[in-house]
Nanobody, 122 residues
Framework: VQLQAFGGGSVQPGGSLQLSCAASGFSLSHYAIGWFRQAPGKEREWVSCISDTDGTTYYSRSVKGRFTISRDNAKKTVTLQMIGLRPEDTAIYYC????????????????WGQGTQVTVSS
């Protein structure tokens, strides 16, 4: 049972990146999938998630309007399209699987994926 995040990199402010989260060993379609991030010296924070039932998406206030989450259950992947990146978006991004996805985050415990580094700097 594993989640793997990839697609991170370094971009200038205003740039774009697309992160992907690939699942192996379990059925992605049975879980809400989301993204968290952790900046140096800060606590891990929830960024976005997409439900397993009807594909409803939720975003934190800091990324709403700039990030878009989507899922492809057949390909067992979830993507996070990020545009208008800012230096404060710099962090390690982690994908996670949970039973629920709400407008304020992803409660409960579940599966964490490996992180991918996103750096936004001029």
């Amino acid at each position: 049972v594993q989640l793997q995040a990839f697609g991170g990199g370094s971009v200038q402010p205003g740039g774009s990146l697309q992160l992907s989260c690939a699942a192996s060993g379990f059925s992605l379609s049975h879980y809400a999938i989301g993204w968290f991030r952790q900046a140096p010296g800060k606590e891990r924070e929830w960024v976005s998630c997409i439900s397993d039932t009807d594909g409803t998406t939720y975003y934190s206030r800091s990324v709403k309007g700039r990030f878009t989450i989507s899922r492809d259950n057949a390909k067992k992947t979830v993507t996070l399209q990020m545009i208008g990146l800012r230096p404060e978006d710099t962090a390690i991004y982690y994908c996670a699987a949970r039973l629920r996805c709400t407008e304020t985050g992803m409660p409960g415990i579940g599966i964490w994926g490996q992180g991918t580094q996103v750096t936004v700097s001029s």
